[in-house]
């Protein structure tokens, strides 16, 4: 549980960035605004988007590779880290996949829509930009559940005395 603990505080700290940059802009009153807005966050998104999807698709793999180091491994891993790599790998296919929806909407060319109430674009810039905020609280959080992961990993496989400070910080925090 306690890595769990920070990864989740790393999440909401994104998401309260995420809500103060949505407060800075303010409200969005006119279609015209709101196309423009779209336009601005479509341009950083696709970058972002493009980013995220490929550190998911990144994780899965590392996912598999510290199951294949775990299996190994002359030392009996608990179960608790075999369900942090299957969190990690969920959150990472979560990232991915909304990543991949999100991109799919951005390409959609947005401000050519002749048959739709003004409101659609309003709708649209709050929809793109809270999913682009989640998928970027889900990068964070697996970064972070992640690099504990991995931290834990190599204190439990690394012979000698060198980790016994770390050991020790590890045993702290506690197995999940």
Known sequence: ???????????????????????????????????????????????????????????????????????????????????????????SAAGLALSVILLLGMSVPHDRFERVSPRFYEMVYEVLYAGMSRVVMLAVGTVTLLTLTIRQLIIAITPGEDMTDAKHDADEDGPD
């Not at 998911?56 to 790599?85: N, P, S």
């Open 1 to 91: 549980m306690p890595h769990k603990i920070p990864a989740l505080l790393a999440a909401l700290a994104t998401a309260a960035l995420a809500a103060a940059g949505r407060w800075a802009v303010g409200s969005v009153d006119h279609a015209p605004e709101a196309v423009d807005l779209i336009r601005s966050l479509i341009d950083s998104a696709l970058y972002l988007l493009s980013t995220t999807a490929t550190v998911g698709g990144t994780t899965i793999a590392l996912m598999l590779t510290i199951i294949g180091v775990a299996r190994k491994a002359d030392y009996d891993f608990e179960m608790a880290l075999h369900r942090q790599i299957m969190l990690i790998a969920v959150l």
